[in-house]
């Protein structure tokens, strides 16, 4: 997420990155985000295990139990309007299941700037239902929700029924 949506020139805006395992068994995850082009970085993530790597990226590594979530922030001085890259999320749990997760792109809007990249697309066929011409509203719709598949394990009910099915073959070979 970005707060706030829409900042004025020299202002800046807060990145926030959360990460949920909805999984039911601990997984590990590895969690890669490029700071938005144009824009500096103000302030580092503090949270333990967030990395700024030379190529501008933020990668954190952690193992989150199931249900668990991890979030890190980091602020930036946006110099033009622009649309966030996604934060990817690759995942594997103790059984070698794995995936990727791919966040949202909001749009950063700066105040009397010019969109650049995606985000100038956006801009321009938002424009013609902004009140004021040549500015484009920083309200979004409604986030959709992006379905990652979850694949739940049977456990031991297979293994039950198997157990169970050798206890009546064993007590009819007694019999």
Known sequence: TVDPESVDQNDTAKITVTAKNTGDRPAAITITDQIPMASQ??????????????????????????????SFEYTVDPNRTVMLPPAIVEFADITAYSGISVSEMPILYVEGTEPIGAAAEIVQSEAGSSSIPGIASAETDDPIPIDTPIRKEPGFTGIFAVLACLAAVMSGRRR
Do not use: M, Q, Y
Not at 43 to 53: I, L
């Open 41 to 70: 970085l103000i302030t580092p993530p503090s949270t333990p295990g967030a990395v700024v790597n030379d190529n501008s990226t933020i990668t954190f590594k952690k193992v989150l139990k199931a249900g668990a979530e991890k």
